[in-house]
Every structure is written in structure tokens, then in C-alpha cells.
């Protein structure tokens, strides 16, 4: 069982719309998730973290932790074409694994005009 | 802003070569990264290191080596390279403990084996 999954997409969100992406993780310790857009052939680039149960709110992001269930979700408000991108959710281990984030796969999102 | 420099964004070798990937992180971290990232499989840790001459094995280290001699510089060798170590590779940095603690990324390098 890989530790963090995620769905492989594509995504399909019209714009304007809400796009829902959901990330669960097997390490039930772990403390700190972020997500990461990648555009195609780019590396990728922080949107946010968080590590308390609830919604954190940036702008159109909204990240979501529920540690009892050990998910994550990421929701992009009014998806714009620019929201494009391969999501990746990682998620940051404890004890030796401390530092090393483990990555799912992405979620790859098309939001279409 | 932090910045990690990948000096080698595309490169082609040989079967058999040595490789040498080049990063540098200007913003003092403690940690540096080497990932690689295949289609499908998503990002990979190579190896990893927490300090200057500290390493520790990620997930796939055959076939990698890696050295740290200075805080800020993080290189990945590949002995000797092979077909299947053709991919995108990421070095990254974070600092060191905290909650929020981010890892950025470098550029990545595209290396081709033929």
C-alpha cells in the first residue's frame, strides 16, 4: 500500500467551478501536509501547508485535515484555465522519517473554458 | 525568496558514464534532497541529507551516490549511469525542524541515458 495516495486524474472542472482534489495517507503520526502544483515540465511550487484538523484558507485554496480519517483535500474556488496542473499532496513523517515528505502521485486537473 | 539552483537542466550521457548533478541552496537549510520524479510514479527520494557530510538513504538509492561537503551544495552522482536512471531530477532544501516546514525545489534536471 502506497502511503499516500491520491486519484491519477484527469480531473475535469469547468471554469469557474470548484475543483475538489482528496489525498489519504497511511502514516496515522504524521503532522504536517502540504500541497504542491506542478505544471508540466516544471518542478513543483508550494500552494499550502497545514497540520491542525479544520479548513486553512488562501485565497481560492482551501486545505482541509481530517486526522481521525487521515485525509487531506485541497479545494480550488472559481478553477481558472491557469489552475492547470498536476496537484501533488505530501505528507511530512515522524520520528526517523522526519524531514522527508512522502509525495503521492497527483492529481491531474484541466479546467476548461 | 529561496532559491535552489540546479546548475544542469538537460543533459545527455552515455550508458556507463559518470554523472555529476549539481545543486545549490542559497537560504542556509539544513536539509537538502534529491528526488527523482517518472511518470506514474510520482516523486522519489533518493537520498537525503541533514547536515554537511550526513547522508541517509530515501527510497531508491542503487545506483546514486551523493556527497555534502558544504552546507549549501548538494550533488548527486550516478557511477555509472544506465538507461533506466533516464528521468527528471529534483533537488530540494528545507530548513530544519518545525511544523510548516516547506521543502522547495530546484528547477530540475533533465538527464537522458542512451
Known amino acids: 500500500q502506497k502511503e499516500v495516495e491520491q486519484n491519477s486524474g484527469p480531473l475535469s472542472v469547468p471554469e469557474g467551478a470548484i475543483a475538489s482534489l482528496n489525498c489519504t495517507y497511511s502514516?496515522?503520526?504524521?503532522?504536517?501536509f502540504f500541497w504542491y502544483r506542478q505544471y508540466s515540465g516544471k518542478s513543483p511550487e508550494l500552494i499550502m501547508f497545514?497540520?491542525?484538523?479544520g479548513d486553512k484558507e488562501d485565497g481560492r485554496f482551501t486545505a482541509q485535515l481530517n486526522k481521525a480519517s487521515q485525509y487531506v483535500s485541497l479545494l480550488i474556488r472559481d478553477s481558472q484555465p491557469s489552475d492547470s496542473a498536476t496537484y501533488l499532496c505530501?505528507?511530512?513523517?515522524?520520528?526517523?522519517?522526519?524531514?522527508?515528505?512522502?509525495f503521492g502521485a497527483g492529481t491531474q486537473v484541466v479546467v476548461t473554458p | 525568496d529561496v532559491k535552489v539552483t540546479q546548475s544542469s537542466r538537460y543533459l545527455v550521457k552515455r550508458t556507463g558514464e559518470k554523472v555529476f548533478l549539481e545543486c545549490v541552496q542559497d537560504?542556509?537549510?539544513?536539509?537538502m534532497f534529491w528526488y527523482r520524479q517518472d511518470p506514474g510514479l510520482g516523486l522519489r527520494l533518493i537520498y537525503f541529507s541533514y547536515d554537511v557530510k550526513m547522508k541517509e538513504k530515501g527510497d531508491i538509492p542503487e545506483g546514486y551516490s551523493v556527497s555534502r561537503e558544504k552546507k549549501e551544495r548538494f550533488s548527486l552522482i550516478l557511477e555509472s549511469a544506465s538507461t533506466n536512471q533516464t528521468s527528471m531530477y529534483l533537488c530540494a532544501s528545507s530548513p530544519t525542524k518545525g511544523r510548516g516546514n516547506t521543502i522547495y525545489f530546484g528547477e530540475g534536471s533533465w538527464l537522458t541515458v542512451v
Open positions: 537560504m542556509d537549510h539544513e536539509n
Open positions: 502514516d496515522r503520526g504524521s503532522q504536517s
Open positions: 505530501a505528507v511530512n513523517g515522524q520520528g526517523d522519517s522526519w524531514g522527508k515528505l512522502q
Open positions: 497545514i497540520y491542525s484538523n
